[in-house]
């Protein structure tokens, strides 16, 4: 594997809710946070991994001829899977693959430039680098939207932040809008729900502000652990006090009960994969509440916004 | 929506306008001195006499007289006519099983009822019915021939019919007036009687009398046996009606809107009494009415406030009637495009899109119409584009590529056998196509290919000299409602209407396509498989190579992806189908007319099909319209979008409709609303001619088809028209909610 590529584990054409226009989002797989509510949950580990959907599975056995580590359930151990991809090939149902494809950043753009007469008919609507966290991957990502921004494509990055400075530094000149996540405050809840505390993060985005980058920030808001009172009206302070505004605006992503079904349905691991959904069963915010939150950031000036429910 | 209009709407849901149908009257005008009459003249004595008998009625806080409440017009056809009529001509045998021919409505004796013809309101209504009368009274002096006088006759007849039944109407309506207490009612109910005296003496002068005669001419037109009939560029036809009552402060917007939405609760009342012998659906009414567009002389758009208030009405009603067709082109203002997104987050499929920069120059590459015509035209029937008021419109010949390739793979013969053999007209030894070799023969592809080639004009060949025989019944008063019948002394069965349009569908394209590529990749290119050795899997269904399929489904690229192989493929077939059918003429002498729509082909038409070679089963439905096959769309709709660009409709003057289908949360806020029109307005950019729109929830379908009682007013776009989702048969929801959990 030559260093410049990057394991893609999807690629959404027509996006539309990743960024301003039209968007192809790209997800990149691996990322340094394990955030309990995590979304993708295929996308934590940046290692390559076998998938199994079993839905797709017409029980042909075909995999249990070229591999004898298959338990009956078809799956097997992390250790003993080489990654021979065997397994893969001879799957013509399409329920075993590899969770992402490795491409250079001349293949990604390639892609991305494919639907660029919907990009240019959406104003402003371009490519979208996702992840997982996308930033851990800087050479491929200082290359791909260099090459994007030199096709005239406008070049969104969407980031937990949670990356070295000098990563920022590198794909800064490239970047036309950062997706930037803030997710709690309060350092030891950040480390508890995300693996990490947020110093790093908060010290690249006051440092991204001081850039005049565009920043669009979200907060997705997980019932008792990021939407609360205090968390939010944190977070407008730091945004009116130490970012002084220079934001396009704040998002407010009430949470949603999705991602629950992505777990567990398609690692071929009996001990790996994503594992279980590790939060109990969790209701979405009320319409009430979500604007409650909406009206405290108004009032601190912070600029708002947040999609009707 | 006003407490009138939602009361309306309930009484509609609850069926109170049922309770006055009579579904025949059990009169006859045949006696021994009218037998020998001339037959148009009997189906206009006919047709007034149901007018004189039909019951009358006006629901409460209705603002607009009319309803059809008969069925069946009085017995005006000999028994005799019936014995030497051509029965069921269009119907059992030759066209389903063959050429994919519609089963439409006939008269008794087998001659087709007309339908998709756009009334000419435009010139109707600044005339009114007694101007029709005279003019018809005034052309009888001076015509030549005895066919004319009886045409003009029966004009005069009919037209005579229909202001004799707004007397009736009015005489009623005084008399509810003079028994009304409620002061307001009373009023409204003078002014009613007042529209309907108005109409009897001329023309409509007010937007009220304006709806109330549309309304009026088109349950006539219902009576008279016609079906499937929409109602043209309404926006245009009623503004200066609206602008001068508004300007003179005649009546306020709201009371403008509240008439517009009365009538448009009108239009719904026929919506379970559609034609169709095993496809009937309710709703397929084909009222269809088209917004926006641009002046025929000038070519300017000329949206304005009537085509947003008629957005707003849709949006507000939650009915499928009238289907909304908005005209688009480079100048379509952005309020207008805003409004019909957001008409389509709603859900019920409305409006549909037709793309002024590719229909128009579409039209002119034909050579029939002027330019000053193809600018004039709008949506029939589901999305047939034709010239309001100027065209005949016949849409009954279809050619389904995947049978194409099926007999061009057996000789012409089907994989599943004769279907329906007992009934089976135009066999030539068992077969349905025509004989063009076994698969050993085709050595190359290109030999495969010419073989389909040749089944499909084979099939466009047979078809269009059956079309060609088709009979077609008079409508003297349907026929006074268009141009040029009247001037030329002619009703539709005389070719009296300037254009007399005859359509050809096509349909499985994208299926098509894809097998097309898979033969050529596995056969040809990759030589796994001889042509025999496949054509021997397909005949078996698949059985014992479910892996070969699931490869094929998996693995190879599918039409809607933007993949150029197998785009250019459907391009390919696309320009033969276009080229075939544009060298016919109809009797009228006009060349047949191209269009790339599926109609209800993909459930019925499918069923006699055994498997394909992209990997779809024997019997299962194939794509509907433009569609990628279900499940092959796998990047979104800007790929559809882009493979569907690829294919160069600029020839297929009869339309070409792609059915695009999204979750609800993509159009739910403004911006998402903003993406969706910045893709359509890619895909008009490409050259794409019309799209409908189905936002659909997955969990909302499943739901509604376990507890329809909740969902009574769920309404989805079909192959082509909104209908009731609880209403439609099981498999027809099923292939929809199979449908919507693709939706992006």
């Given at each position: 594997m030559k260093s410049i590529q990057a394991p893609v584990f999807d690629v959404k054409k027509?996006?539309?809710?990743?960024?301003?226009g039209i968007r192809t989002t790209i997800f990149l797989k691996g990322c340094p946070l394990h955030c309990k509510w995590c979304q993708n949950p295929e996308a934590i580990n940046p290692a390559q991994e076998l998938m199994l959907t079993r839905m797709k599975c017409i029980g042909c056995g075909a995999c249990t001829r070229v591999c004898g580590n298959l338990d009956k359930n078809l799956m097997l151990k992390k250790k003993d899977c080489t990654l021979c991809g065997r397994c893969v090939d001879v799957c013509t149902a399409g329920a075993r693959h590899f969770a992402a494809q490795y491409m250079t950043p001349e293949e990604a753009v390639k892609i991305v430039a494919g639907d660029k007469i919907f990009y240019d008919a959406s104003r402003e609507g371009g490519v979208t680098f996702s992840g997982g966290e996308c930033l851990i991957y800087p050479d491929f990502m200082e290359e791909a939207l260099r090459l994007c921004r030199q096709a005239g494509i406008h070049t969104t990055v969407d980031t937990s932040g949670a990356v070295p400075w000098s990563t920022f530094e590198r794909i800064l000149p490239y970047t036309c809008l950062f997706l930037y996540d803030i997710k709690q405050m309060d350092p030891l809840l950040h480390k508890a729900y995300t693996?990490?505390?947020n110093t790093r993060i908060l010290d690249n985005i006051k440092k991204l502000a001081d850039r005049n980058a565009n920043i669009i920030i979200r907060i997705?808001?997980?019932?008792?652990?990021?939407?609360?009172v205090r968390n939010i009206s944190a977070i407008g302070d730091f945004i009116r006090d130490i970012l002084k505004n220079k934001i396009i605006r704040v998002e407010l992503l009430p949470y949603n009960?999705?991602?629950?079904?992505?777990?567990?349905?398609?690692?071929?691991?009996t001990d790996g994969g994503v594992g279980e959904y590790s939060l109990p069963e969790l209701m979405p915010q009320s319409a009430e509440y979500v604007s409650e939150l909406h009206d405290l950031l108004a009032k601190k000036n912070v600029p708002v916004f947040s999609e009707i429910l | 929506m006003t407490n009138r209009i939602n009361t309306l709407r309930e009484l509609f849901f609850a069926g109170a306008h049922k309770k006055y149908r009579q579904e025949s009257l059990n009169l006859s005008i045949l006696d021994d001195e009218t037998k020998g009459l001339p037959f148009p003249i009997r189906k206009a004595m006919a047709f007034s006499l149901a007018l004189e008998k039909m019951p009358i009625f006006l629901l409460d806080g209705d603002l607009i007289c009319g309803g059809k409440t008969v069925y069946q017009l009085p017995t005006y056809i000999t028994d005799e006519e019936i014995k030497w009529g051509n029965h069921n001509f269009e119907t059992r045998g030759y066209n389903h099983n063959f050429d994919n021919c519609f089963n439409l409505g006939q008269d008794e004796r087998g001659f087709a009822l007309n339908d998709s013809s756009i009334p000419a309101y435009y010139k109707v209504l600044p005339l009114g019915l007694p101007a029709l009368i005279a003019e018809a009274e005034k052309r009888m002096e001076t015509a030549e021939t005895d066919a004319q006088k009886t045409y003009y006759e029966s004009v005069i007849m009919t037209n005579t019919a229909a202001i004799k039944l707004m007397a009736r109407y009015e005489e009623m309506v005084r008399t509810m007036e003079a028994n009304e207490s409620d002061e307001t009612r009373k009023g409204e109910l003078h002014q009613i009687a007042e529209n309907m005296a108005q109409l009897q003496k001329g023309a409509p002068k007010t937007f009220w009398q304006a709806c109330q005669l549309m309304y009026f001419i088109q349950f006539l037109i219902w009576v008279e046996g016609g079906y499937l009939i929409p109602l043209g560029r309404t926006d245009q036809i009623l503004y200066p009606y609206y602008q001068k009552d508004i300007e003179s402060g005649k009546i306020t917007k709201d009371f403008a809107f509240e008439i517009l939405e009365a009538f448009f609760m009108k239009l719904n009342y026929e919506v379970d009494r559609t034609h169709g012998e095993d496809i009937k659906i309710n709703s397929d009414t084909g009222q269809s009415i088209t917004i926006g567009g641009v002046d025929p002389i000038t070519g300017d758009d000329v949206s304005n406030e009537l085509t947003m208030m008629i957005l707003d009405a849709k949006c507000d009603m939650r009915v499928t009637d009238p289907k909304v067709h908005l005209r688009v082109n480079q100048n379509t203002p952005e309020s207008i495009w805003k409004k019909a997104a957001y008409l389509n987050s709603l859900g019920m499929g409305f409006p549909t899109y037709e793309n002024d920069d590719a229909i128009i120059p579409a039209f002119m590459n034909h050579p029939e119409y002027t330019l000053e015509d193809a600018r004039d035209y709008a949506a029939s029937g589901c999305w047939e584009m034709t010239i309001q008021g100027r065209s005949f419109n016949r849409n009954l010949g279809g050619v389904c590529c995947l049978r194409c390739l099926e007999w061009a793979l057996n000789d012409g013969q089907y994989f599943l056998g004769v279907p329906n053999a007992d009934t089976a007209q135009g066999l030539i030894d068992d077969r349905y196509g025509i004989r063009t070799g076994y698969p050993e023969w085709f050595d190359t592809y290109e030999k495969l290919f010419n073989a389909f080639k040749v089944q499909m004009k084979h099939t466009i060949d047979m078809t269009s000299s059956y079309l060609n025989r088709a009979m077609i019944s008079p409508s003297p008063f349907y026929s006074s409602m268009m141009e040029d019948c009247m001037e030329l002394g002619r009703d539709f069965d005389a070719y009296g209407v300037r254009y007399t349009e005859t359509d050809f569908q096509l349909a499985s394209l994208s299926n098509c396509a894809d097998a097309l590529y898979v033969i050529r990749k596995l056969v040809y290119e990759d030589k796994e498989y001889t042509l025999r050795e496949f054509t021997d899997i397909l005949k078996n269904d698949w059985a014992g190579h479910e892996n070969l399929r699931q490869r094929i489904l998996n693995d190879f690229p599918r039409f809607g992806n933007d993949i150029p192989e197998v785009d250019s493929i459907a391009n390919e077939i696309v320009q033969y189908y276009i080229q075939e059918v544009t060298k016919h003429r109809n009797p009228d002498g006009q060349t047949y007319r191209a269009r790339v729509t599926s109609a209800t082909s993909y459930v019925y038409g499918s069923q006699i099909l055994g498997a394909s070679a992209d990997g779809r089963h024997a019997r299962e439905f194939y794509s509907d319209n433009l569609s990628p096959m279900m499940g092959a769309d796998k990047n979104g709709p800007t790929a559809i979008v882009k493979s569907c660009g690829e294919i160069d409709f600029s020839h297929c003057a009869g339309g070409a409709v792609l059915d695009m289908k999204f979750h609800p949360s993509a159009l739910k806020s403004e911006e998402g609303r903003d993406k969706f029109i910045a893709l359509l307005k890619t895909y008009f950019k490409l050259g794409g001619m019309q799209t409908q729109i189905n936002v659909l929830d997955n969990k909302v379908l499943v739901d509604a088809k376990k507890h329809p009682e909740n969902y009574r007013d769920l309404i989805v776009r079909i192959w082509g028209f909104s209908t009731y989702f609880v209403e439609i048969p099981e498999k027809f929801q099923d292939h929809i909610i199979a449908r919507s959990t693709l939706a992006f």
């Open positions: 027509y996006a539309v809710h990743d960024g301003p693996g990490q505390d997705p808001l997980i019932p008792g652990m990021t939407d609360t009960k999705l991602a629950e079904s992505k777990y567990g349905n398609h690692t071929a691991y | -």
